[in-house]
């Protein structure tokens, strides 16, 4: 019979133990401020351009590229001298006097032969792309012309018009949405989950480890059974990994219900300044028109449905719970964290499995393909949670993966139990896959 206090000691135990640790509390403080300093960092580079210029040389045979070429964008096409050759030009890009030189012959517009861009490699792809990007957009405009198209129609073929998206909730209501944050929130979702699960999973296999090495557990288990310790150590394990994803969370919505008001007071701040400069300007009342706030309800995107976050934890924990009582039962079986390497795979190849695969239900979280994974018990944990998070699933499809997961777990947690107890107080000796079986048969 499990005496459940005895449990509940050790999850005590486990629970402050590890709560109280630097590590911890560094972790679970400095993860957000990492998240959004990378975020930034990363919008930073995508916005800034900090490099020196592209200079390419336009040898233009036709006589009607270089103009347009220069108005878009003069710091980067230049035209050639009537002193300069090819062959200068040439030894300048080795020089890196110059980047390239992109040469139009005369039967570029007439016959569309392609044009000739040499170069000495600086600028990647991106410097490539841009290049290709403005040669095609001022030869169509060239040749709209040479064909008297008027300039209402090359309007309307340079139109790009807008798409509104709205998502419907479960009450059928449309609400606006973006497409990209679901996909990012989608992915971001699943990357905690999977490090969640193998972190916290290595630190249970890890305490086992340590408490075996020790001789500590003979201790331990001359008061309570097998199963009550390594119960009581896989839900005081649990129990940190939702507090430290609890306080994520909550930081998180603190922000996003935060975020409105408090940008629409330094708007109206910086609003109302401006009212007053105008108006010292102009008495006569012309600053009444100026808006006195602006619309920020796409802040709403960022907000996150209760109803997730509840699924979130639940698909976490049973998660969590299935594969931890494994990472235990290696812990239990091996002396030492290099003798567990031999059992580590087996147990990791479905946990990378639903990590690669989260980039692809992202994209189409209604594919045959994305229901097989999340309803599977060993990659729902992470492949349910992105679709909930991208699309409208199904409440059975939740329902019926959260079933499967839990009668996995029950399974995983008999298995487990018998190897743990098994395993826990033997030394010595180098369990192998066979070894593993037998106790499993024994038990």
Same mark, same amino acid.
């Given at each position: 019979?499990?005496?459940?206090?005895?449990?509940?000691?050790?999850?005590?135990?486990?629970?402050?133990?590890?709560?109280?640790?630097?590590?911890?509390?560094?972790?679970?403080?400095?993860?957000?401020?990492?998240?959004?300093?990378?975020?930034?960092?990363?919008?930073?580079?995508?916005?800034?351009?900090?490099?020196?210029?592209?200079?390419?040389?336009?040898?233009?045979?036709?006589?009607?590229?270089?103009?347009?070429?220069?108005?878009?964008?003069?710091?980067?096409?230049?035209?050639?001298?009537?002193?300069?050759?090819?062959?200068?030009?040439?030894?300048?890009?080795?020089?890196?006097?110059?980047?390239?030189?992109?040469?139009?012959?005369?039967?570029?517009?007439?016959?569309?032969?392609?044009?000739?861009?040499?170069?000495?490699?600086?600028?990647?792809?991106?410097?490539?792309?841009?290049?290709?990007?403005?040669?095609?957009?001022?030869?169509?405009?060239?040749?709209?012309?040479?064909?008297?198209?008027?300039?209402?129609?090359?309007?309307?073929?340079?139109?790009?018009?807008?798409?509104?998206?709205?998502?419907?909730?479960?009450?059928?209501?449309?609400?606006?949405?973006?497409?990209?944050?679901?996909?990012?929130?989608?992915?971001?979702?699943?990357?905690?989950?999977?490090?969640?699960?193998?972190?916290?999973?290595?630190?249970l296999m890890r305490s086992v480890i340590e408490e075996k090495t020790s001789?500590?557990?003979?201790?331990?288990?001359?008061?309570?059974?097998?199963?009550?310790?390594?119960?009581?150590?896989?839900?005081?394990?649990?129990?940190?990994?939702?507090?430290?994803?609890?306080?994520?969370?909550?930081?998180?919505?603190?922000?996003?219900?935060?975020?409105?008001?408090?940008?629409? =007071? $330094?708007?109206?701040?910086?609003?109302?300044? *401006?009212?007053?400069?105008? #108006?010292?300007?102009? !008495?006569? &009342? /012309? +600053?009444?028109?100026?808006?006195?706030?602006?619309?920020?309800?796409?802040?709403?995107?960022?907000?996150?449905?209760?109803?997730?976050?509840? =699924? $979130?934890?639940?698909?976490?924990?049973?998660? *969590?719970?299935?594969?931890? #009582?494994?990472?235990? !039962?290696? &812990? /239990? +079986?091996?002396?030492?964290?290099?003798?567990?390497?031999?059992?580590?795979?087996?147990?990791?190849?479905?946990?990378?499995?639903?990590?690669?695969?989260?980039?692809?239900?992202?994209?189409?979280?209604?594919?045959?393909?994305?229901?097989?994974?999340?309803?599977?018990?060993?990659?729902?944990?992470?492949?349910?949670?992105?679709?909930?998070?991208?699309?409208?699933?199904?409440?059975?499809?939740?329902?019926?993966?959260?079933?499967?997961?839990?009668?996995?777990?029950?399974?995983?947690?008999?298995?487990a139990a018998r190897i743990y107890r098994s395993g826990i107080l033997m030394?010595?000796?180098?369990?192998?896959?066979?070894?593993?079986?037998?106790?499993?048969?024994?038990?």
């Open positions: 019979m499990i005496n459940s206090s005895k449990i509940w000691l050790i999850i005590k135990r486990e629970y402050s133990t590890r709560v109280q640790t630097k590590s911890f509390l560094l972790s679970t403080f400095l993860t957000p401020l990492l998240i959004l300093g990378f975020m930034g960092f990363i919008i930073f580079m995508t916005v800034s351009d900090n490099e020196a210029p592209k200079q390419v040389v336009v040898i233009d045979e036709t006589g009607r590229l270089l103009e347009p070429l220069t108005q878009l964008n003069a710091t980067r096409y230049l035209p050639i001298t009537a002193s300069q050759s090819i062959d200068e030009i040439r030894d300048q890009i080795m020089a890196d006097e110059l980047d390239g030189y992109v040469l139009f012959d005369r039967s570029f517009l007439s016959e569309g032969t392609p044009a000739t861009f040499v170069h000495n490699g600086a600028g990647g792809i991106t410097f490539f792309e841009s290049l290709r990007s403005d040669i095609r957009d001022v030869t169509r405009q060239i040749r709209l012309e040479d064909n008297e198209v008027s300039e209402a129609i090359i309007e309307i073929f340079e139109e790009r018009p807008a798409l509104e998206n709205r998502r419907m909730n479960e009450e059928g209501v449309d609400e606006q949405s973006n497409a990209f944050l679901s996909f990012s929130g989608g992915i971001l979702i699943g990357i905690f989950i999977f490090f969640g699960l193998f972190g916290y999973g290595a630190i001789r500590i557990v003979e201790i331990i288990t001359s008061s309570v059974k097998p199963i009550e310790l390594m119960l009581g150590k896989l839900l005081g394990v649990c129990l940190v990994a939702l507090t430290q994803f609890g306080l994520w969370i909550a930081t998180y919505a603190g922000v996003t219900i935060l975020a409105a008001p408090v940008a629409q =007071f $330094f708007i109206n701040q910086r609003m109302g300044d *401006f009212q007053n400069s105008v #108006s010292a300007l102009d !008495a006569t &009342g /012309a +600053a009444a028109n100026v808006p006195s706030d602006i619309d920020l309800s796409f802040l709403e995107q960022f907000s996150v449905d209760p109803l997730f976050i509840l =699924f $979130f934890f639940v698909f976490f924990v049973l998660g *969590f719970l299935m594969y931890s #009582s494994i990472f235990a !039962a290696i &812990g /239990a +079986a091996v002396d030492s964290e290099q003798d567990s390497q031999q059992f580590m795979t087996p147990v990791m190849l479905p946990i990378l499995l639903g990590y690669m695969l989260n980039f692809r239900i992202a994209e189409a979280p209604d594919s045959t393909f994305a229901i097989i994974a999340s309803l599977f018990p060993l990659t729902s944990p992470i492949n349910m949670v992105t679709r909930i998070m991208v699309s409208n699933v199904p409440i059975w499809e939740v329902a019926l993966s959260i079933i499967l997961l839990i009668l996995s777990l029950i399974g995983m947690l008999l298995l030394y010595g000796k180098k369990p192998t896959f066979k070894e593993l079986f037998k106790w499993v048969r024994q038990a």
